[in-house]
């Protein structure tokens, strides 16, 4: 079983930097990509960014485009999230997730990221 743990979230101004971490635990780890998703109060879950194992493509979403950077560490099963130039719309659970080109089947807890103005 895989297990993710999120960590780095908090409170920031508007304007400040947060970096989140994912760090996976569990049997071999060899997902195809892994990605960040944030819940905010009353709304879905929306996609932030996502890696490929191989660390060889990125995507975001358009509202973080520039301002988020993900990123992978294989020595320690890690991917992280460096969020710049955060906004009040920023503030969310932020969740990380694993798994193939089909489903991201495992998930962490989440993390809080509150910005405020």
């Known amino acids: 079983q895989v297990q993710l743990v999120e960590s780095g979230g908090g409170l920031v101004q508007a304007g400040g930097s947060l970096r989140l971490s994912c760090a996976a635990s569990g049997r071999t780890f060899s997902p195809y990509r892994m990605a960040w998703f944030r819940q905010a109060p009353g709304k879905e879950r929306d996609f932030v960014a996502r890696?490929?194992?191989?660390?060889?493509?990125?995507r975001y979403a358009d509202a973080v485009k520039g301002r988020f950077t993900i990123s992978r560490d294989y020595a320690k099963n890690t991917v992280y999230l460096q969020m710049n130039s955060l906004k009040p719309e920023d503030t969310a659970v932020y969740y990380c997730?694993?798994?193939?080109?089909?489903?991201?089947?495992?998930w962490g807890q989440g993390t809080q990221v509150t910005v405020s103005s």
């Open positions: 997730a694993a798994g193939s080109v089909a489903q991201y089947a495992y």
């Open positions: 890696i490929t194992w191989s660390g060889s493509t990125t």
